[in-house]
């Protein structure tokens, strides 16, 4: 990350407990008089106690960044959130969440009302220096990624842009295999990128999907529950030894590592019927995640090397560079959302700035995917619906669906 040192990120914070905006001062306090070197300058500009004051004080104050309570008097989170939306003010906004269900609900209806990125409250409070530990490590980082990231393309001029708009048709990796698999990879802002991007895949699609989301376990069930109510294919979380076979779409638990394992078992007719399943572990974090995109990754590689397609979307750090780079050696495709489109370009960035990636923007990509998918399959396969030409075939398809 590029840290800048001129002026520091100006941050707002609303909550309406009286210790988390004791625990929000002493955080960006100490942050100041640390000097961080990996870290930008941040100072918090101002506190509110409600939603009306986090209004009031954002028009005023003009922050880099939002820290937004959920559960406010006189206006929650969410109507704070809506009111921003409608005001056409474009700033980052990070929830604060409850460790209950009913806080991963609210929070991914945030995430899809606007909200960029979230944080745990601390379970704890009474022990204050728990309290702000467990914040810190969580909240100051996200700061960093979505206020350093937005100015940067805010600085940028079109043509020195990082995204790269690459269009390869049909091209199916350097071996000319069909895609067996697709894996997905996402972080921060990736609850409302699955939420367009997801419901473009077809019921009939071809193959099965697994994807790797950064979010705990109580999480990660609830954002299956709510994709499942808006996809063509069936959104559930992974369990160990589940079938990969083509109708569902598989999210990796929060806190366990995901990977693809071949598995054989006896047929009916006493035959051995060799396939693929899931397999869940709690392996030490990788890229100080769990789960972990590179062991996804790596695995799908492994497992079915030139049929996997692998797409990177929006979130901070690099985690999946190392698998997207072990697929693109087995020869596989790798796709990644495009700078414009993400919340924070950095997991996609980085396969991109590999050399590894074509990027593509959020809502052209579901088309590319399944017109990768569609090439070299038959009607058999009741995805393409005609007998056709592989290409036209796939560019019909494609087409078809938006």
Known sequence: MEVQSEQPLRVLAADDSAVMRGIMRTLFLRHEKSARGDLPRMELVGVARDGVECLEAAARLSPDVIVLDLEMPRLSGLDVLDKLRESRMRLPVIMCSAHTERGARATLDALSRGASDYVMKPAGQRDFEAALSSLAQQLLPRVAALAVDRSARGSVTEPQSRILYARKN?????????????VIGVSTGGPAALERFLPQLPAAFPVPVLIVQHMPKLFTGVLAERLDRCCPLRVAQAYHGAPLKPGTIWIAPGDEHMEVM??????????????????????EPLNHCRPSVDYLFHSAAQLYGAGTLAIVLTGMGSDGLDGARAIHGAKGTVLAQDEASSAVWGMPGRVVEAGIASAFPLDTLSREVNMRVACERSIETGFAGRSLQPRRQAQEVANGLH
Do not use: Y
Request: glycine share 12%.
């Open 170 to 182: 049909c091209d199916r990796g350097a071996s000319g295999d069909r895609v067996e698999v697709v």
């Open 262 to 283: 071949s598995q054989s078992r006896i047929a009916w007719d006493g035959r051995i019927a060799r396939g693929a399943a899931i397999k869940l572990h709690r392996q």
